[in-house]
């Protein structure tokens, strides 16, 4: 048995990306900022922030919800597992990149007053569907 599971909460930190891909399918990339704050120990040493980036991908309902909602500085909630692969640079050099497939997502931000065409305020879980060409969970 094993186990891939991810829970970040953290702050957008540029505005996501949406691409469509295979007849259609949207795929929304989010670069997520999650930080650890910074102490001071007993002997007065500071010890600074710590922030990491994560690479977000989330596939169909979940990115035209990005698309439509989700912008820098949002707060969000995801869920997913994480995802290695591999790819030769410009140079020839072979990169590896680790990124964290979005199974759920949560909007934490407020958002403004509703119009009548906007979303209700407040915390919005949605669950992903499965990713294309997987099986399903």
Request: proline share 7%; no cysteine; hydrophobic share 35%.
């Amino acid at each position: 048995m094993s186990l891939n599971k991810v829970m970040l909460i953290g702050n957008v930190g540029v505005e996501p990306e949406v691409k469509y891909v295979d007849q259609g399918v949207p795929v929304a990339t989010v670069r997520l900022a999650t930080t650890r704050r910074g102490y001071t120990l007993q002997n007065g040493t500071q010890v600074p922030d710590q922030t990491e980036w994560h690479n977000i991908l989330l596939w169909r309902k979940l990115a035209e919800i990005v698309e439509k909602y989700v912008h820098k500085g949002d707060k969000l909630y995801i869920e997913g597992s994480l995802r290695t692969r591999s790819y030769d640079g410009k140079d020839g050099i072979k990169r590896y990149v680790t990124e964290i497939w979005a199974d759920n997502m949560e909007l934490l931000s407020p958002k403004p007053q509703p119009s009548s065409t906007s979303v209700q305020p407040g915390v919005q879980e949605v669950p992903a569907q499965e990713h294309p060409g997987e099986a399903p969970f």
